[in-house]
């Protein structure tokens, strides 16, 4: 496997990863996503720091139950040091006053979203420098 292909797929890996712990609450896993100068524009908001991504996640009600399914990363090389990619989303989210138990009942999802993200390599790692999102159903 060339180097160049095995960036792309090490990026499309912290991308999945990101979300696996935003997920699960892992919220300084979601900022080591990130580069140290790393923006994530989210709801509205370019969060431009880790601390000030973990103060934003740390807002999240408690018992928030979200399940951000990834899909179809495309990966491009751009030179060494940098690669973007596009993806979609599928997200089922539940808001209940208190923590729910899966599985649970088969429902339409809240939303489905289209991805820009842009990686960096920094110290030997691709982390996330860049990431923005167009919600596209709702």
Not at 3 to 20: H, N, Y
Not at 50 to 71: D, E, G, S
Not at 80 to 94: D, F, L, Q
């Amino acid at each position: 496997m060339s180097e160049t292909v095995m960036s792309e797929l090490i990026c499309s890996q912290v991308f999945s990863r990101l979300f696996a712990r935003l997920d699960r609450f892992d919220l300084e896993g979601v900022t080591k996503c990130f580069a140290r100068n790393g923006v994530w524009h989210r709801q509205g908001a370019a969060l431009d720091s880790h601390p000030v991504m973990l103060k934003a996640l740390q807002a999240r009600p408690a018992h928030l139950f979200v399940q951000h399914i990834l899909h179809q990363v495309a990966c491009e090389h751009v030179d060494e040091t940098h690669i973007k990619a596009v993806a979609y989303m599928t997200v089922y989210r539940k808001d209940p006053p208190e923590k729910i138990t899966p599985p649970l009942p088969t429902q339409v999802p809240d939303m489905v979203i289209n991805w820009d993200v842009e990686f960096v390599l920094e110290e030997g790692a691709w982390l996330i420098s860049r990431l923005g999102n167009v919600p596209l159903y709702r």
